[in-house]
Every structure is written in C-alpha cells, then in structure tokens.
Nanobody
C-alpha cells in the first residue's frame, strides 16, 4: 500500500492561491490513479480532482466547484502529485486529502474507491 503525505496548506485571503503537494512512497507511484478530496467541518468528504491513466492517455477530472480554478498534476520522477488552487474562496476552506490506488471499477470521484489516504492538510480562506 502506498504511503501519502500532504503539505502546502495554510491560511490565505480570498482571491489568493495555494499549491498543495502529495508525496508518495514506493517505486510504483506512476501506476496509481490519484485524487484530491476535501472535507469541511460537519460535512462529507467531497471529490475535488483526479488524475488517472498512464503514458499518453491521462484523464483529468474536476468537481464543478474546482473547474477553472484548480489544476491537478503529478511528477512521477518526484513521486509527487500537486493541486494548484487559484482564486480561492472562503467556501474552499476544508481539510484537503490526497488519495491513491483506485479499486478496480471504482469511480474516481468516490472516496470509497481509493485504498490509500494521506493525513490531510488544512486550507483556510479568509474573506
């Protein structure tokens, strides 16, 4: 099972930007489909973005709330996935989690589809 560790969270004003990183252990990082999720206090864990596929066939998917503002990417040489967040809003405030290793047939947008999770990083957007 891959080990994941998020970093890059913090406090930012509305309209600002942050880049989250997700460092993974193991030599098979490039083989994993991966995603970002977030969870606000008292709410369910929600899909933010995913990056799936291999080689020249890579799919990028975003939640409606993230489209046009967030960009997911990965650097397989560094075993790291990123989430670049721009034009942040107070409603983006949440703990952000990275996830990896989608179960066969599992939808990329469902938390239950993923086998591995990081510990989360807090993002707070002030108004």
């Amino acid at each position: 099972q891959v080990q994941l560790a998020e970093s890059g969270g913090g406090l930012v004003q509305a309209g600002g930007s942050l880049r989250l990183s997700c460092a993974a252990s193991g030599r098979t990082f490039s083989s994993y489909d991966m995603g970002w999720f977030r969870q606000a206090p008292g709410k369910e864990r929600d899909f933010v973005a995913s990056i799936t596929g291999r080689g020249n066939v890579i799919d990028y998917n975003y939640a409606t709330s993230a489209k046009g503002r967030f960009t997911i990417s990965r650097d397989n040489a560094k075993n790291t996935m990123y989430l670049q967040m721009t034009r942040l809003k107070p409603e983006d405030t949440a703990v952000y989690y990275c996830a990896a290793d989608v179960r066969s047939g599992g939808p990329y947008y469902a938390p239950l589809s993923y086998n591995s999770w990081g510990q989360g990083t807090q993002v707070t957007v002030s108004s």
